[in-house]
């Protein structure tokens, strides 16, 4: 007997990637199955604005703080554009994601949310948009 999505889920893949690997198309779980592929997309765009975020988060703070910049703050610069770039050479297609405006809009509120609360300079201090561009952002050496 096969294991249902939600009482088990990683015993539900493994049977699901067996009933696939074997050809049995008729016994496979469908539904479930297109959902977690759609969901490995969303994942990969999730981590991708989470490490945009903490690399926005520690540009805010580079710019606001200037007096506090230290080899910490570039390190964690440096870790997280390496990371986003090594993401978007394997990735290609979340590159599309760097550029749209909603997608950016709230990676930006998160940074600035996350700037705030390890700052304690006014959320309203830090502009609505974006400050600098994509380029700059991801760029080896850029610093505002």
């Not at 520690?58 to 964690?76: V, Y």
């Not at 502009?127 to 380029?135: A, F, G, K, R, V």
């Amino acid at each position: 007997m096969l294991t249902a999505y939600k009482t088990d889920i990683v015993a539900w893949a493994k049977e699901q990637a067996e009933l696939l690997r074997s050809g049995n198309l008729s016994a496979i779980d469908i539904e479930h199955i297109a959902e977690e592929i759609e969901d490995v997309g969303k994942s990969e765009q999730r981590e991708l604005a989470n490490r945009m975020a903490v690399l926005m988060t520690h540009l805010l703070k580079w710019e606001f703080q200037p007096a506090r910049q230290g080899s910490s703050w570039e390190r964690t610069i440096r870790e997280q554009r390496r990371s986003i770039l090594r993401r978007l050479k394997n990735t290609p297609s979340l590159k599309s994601s760097l550029y749209d405006y909603e997608w950016l809009a709230d990676v930006w509120l998160d940074a600035r949310l996350a700037a705030e609360k390890e700052t304690q300079i006014d959320f309203d201090k830090f502009p609505d948009e974006c400050l600098w561009p994509m380029d700059s952002i991801l760029m080896e050496n850029w610093l505002p």
